[in-house]
């Protein structure tokens, strides 16, 4: 029996697109498709059991030369794509940090991409632009943040850190890096701990302060950056004729989601005239939960703050939140406008290109829209509560196992662990050999996907939760 996706093939003349009445289908029979994967995802071992290369042996080299029906390409999508991605969405994957896609987030993005509003300038994006002005601002809020806050979406954490210190670069006295560059002007120095994420170190070589000018702040036994040490470090540098311009703070570090004193830095960085950046990315959604705020005293007197909703916020991937309190330096350092571009600029409007990069952007505020709207800040609260209530008792239990240990606090939803049985000495070799072979005999039964870090030179299991499906 055929079918709908069978009689749905390309139009041999006219556009080549489908029709909308042939697109009315395909989307009835896409949906079926997306709503089916969701209801049987937990029936996918988390991490396909196959080897580099052998999916791409199995999609047709060349391109086709003609128009293929829709229920041959979806029916390839289903055989070979679907079956053989590893499930970020299944409740067992529990590696790196959650990136889960919520429903209504599937849908704004659906809407998103069929509007595929191009969110530069206001005139080429109205609705989409105020839509993003109003869901950063519900953001804000929900965050806990001061009205000082502005903001915007990128696509990535790496991204939105890139920029915030491309904007504190812009504002440094004495030199003009947007428009002369670094050539002859001091080494600029940028502040992070060692456990920053590498997206810090990215930043530093794609803005010119390349890697030697970061310096890497040490951590205290919790794995927090020691603000006497940073201190000390920026008065060595200025006595070295260095320019410290900037401070990041992560509060949720990736490794153990550790919480550097933000309040202290923050006096550091008044004192010192110095720009503070915090990346949240992950640990910023606990926020979201008042009770959590206590978490990160003084992260509201940041020049900038970035937060993933892709995440711990359930939306789909990619979705990065910029704060700003200071959108002149992001605007001074970014607005430039072509000839080509000059009648698009609407006086009196916002337009979003002209505080970063990209000229084109998506318009991502559309799905946090949705999602804002079905889950109702507390129903965002409710979930992020669970998520560290499940990782205290998971710490709990650790605690009381004979044979396990934990390895770093769990201030937030992560678990850093290990197996070292009675008697074993903290450091004895071959412990991170064994911690190895249980992660991979975990990951090998399909139910869970774990990964593993490094801490004091250990090797840490790593249980990171965040997925309503838990
Ligand atoms: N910052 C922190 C603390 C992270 O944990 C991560 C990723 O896990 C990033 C930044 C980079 O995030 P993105 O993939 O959005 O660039």
């Known amino acids: 029996m055929s079918r709908p996706a069978d009689r749905i093939t390309p139009a041999q003349s006219g556009t080549g697109d489908m029709e909308p009445d042939e697109f009315r289908k395909a989307a009835h029979v896409?949906?079926?498709?997306?709503?089916?994967?969701?209801?049987?995802?937990?029936?996918?071992?988390?991490?396909?059991?196959?080897?580099?290369?052998?999916?791409?042996k199995r999609l047709t080299e060349s391109p086709p030369a003609g128009p293929e029906p829709l229920a041959s390409i979806l029916a390839d999508y289903s055989a070979w794509i679907e079956p053989n991605i590893t499930h970020w969405q299944h409740p067992g994957f529990m590696a790196y940090f959650p990136s889960v896609a919520s429903g209504p987030g599937i849908l704004g993005e659906w809407l998103s991409a069929t509007l595929n509003s191009n969110v530069m300038f206001w005139r080429n994006a109205p609705a989409s632009t105020e839509l993003e002005q109003v869901v950063v601002g519900w953001l804000r809020q929900m965050l806990g943040l001061p009205e000082a806050f502005d903001g915007m979406f990128t696509d990535t954490a790496s991204v939105s850190s890139l920029l915030s210190i491309l904007a504190a670069r812009h504002v440094v006295p004495g030199i003009d890096a947007t428009e002369l560059g670094l050539c002859g002007a001091p080494q600029l120095s940028l502040y992070a701990s060692a456990e920053a994420h590498s997206s810090i170190e990215k930043a530093a070589i794609a803005s010119g302060i390349g890697r030697r000018g970061l310096r890497r702040i040490e951590v205290d036994g919790q794995f927090r950056m020691r603000p006497e040490a940073l201190a000390a470090a920026?008065?060595?540098?200025?006595?070295?004729?260095?320019?410290?311009?900037?401070?990041?703070?992560?509060?949720?570090?990736?490794?153990?989601?550790?919480?550097?004193?933000?309040?202290?830095?923050?006096?550091?960085?008044?004192?010192?005239?110095?720009?503070?950046?915090?990346?949240?990315?992950?640990?910023?959604?606990?926020?979201?939960?008042?009770?959590?705020?206590?978490?990160?005293?003084?992260?509201?007197?940041?020049?900038?703050?970035?937060?993933?909703p892709h995440k711990w916020m359930f939306t789909p991937f990619d979705a990065s939140l910029l704060l700003f309190r200071r959108p002149e330096a992001f605007r001074g350092t970014f607005c430039l406008t072509p000839e080509y571009l000059r009648a698009s600029v609407q006086e009196g409007a916002h337009n979003y290109s002209e505080y970063g990069i990209q000229l084109g952007r998506r318009f991502r505020a559309l799905k946090l829209w949705f999602m804002i709207r079905w889950f109702g800040s507390e129903g965002f609260a409710t979930r992020i509560r669970e998520h560290c209530r499940l990782a205290a008792d998971l710490a709990a239990r650790i605690e009381a196992e004979p044979g396990w240990e934990l390895l770093a606090p769990v201030p937030l939803a992560t678990v850093c662990f290990r197996f070292r049985p009675a008697g074993t000495a903290i450091d004895s070799d071959g412990l991170d050999q064994t911690n190895q072979s249980i992660l991979d005999a975990v990951n090998q039964t399909g139910r869970f996907y774990l990964s593993a870090t490094r801490l004091n030179g250990r090797l840490a299991l790593r249980v990171a939760l965040g997925n309503p499906r838990v």
């Open 30 to 56: 896409t949906a079926d498709l997306a709503a089916d994967y969701l209801e049987r995802l937990e029936r996918y071992d988390v991490l396909p059991q196959i080897v580099p290369g052998s999916i791409r």
């Open 234 to 308: 920026i008065a060595e540098d200025r006595a070295k004729g260095k320019l410290p311009f900037c401070v990041v703070v992560t509060l949720g570090t990736t490794s153990s989601t550790s919480i550097d004193p933000v309040a202290a830095i923050a006096e550091i960085c008044e004192r010192e005239g110095l720009w503070l950046h915090v990346d949240a990315a992950y640990g910023g959604a606990a926020a979201l939960a008042p009770e959590l705020r206590s978490l990160f005293p003084g992260w509201e007197r940041a020049d900038s703050i970035v937060v993933n």
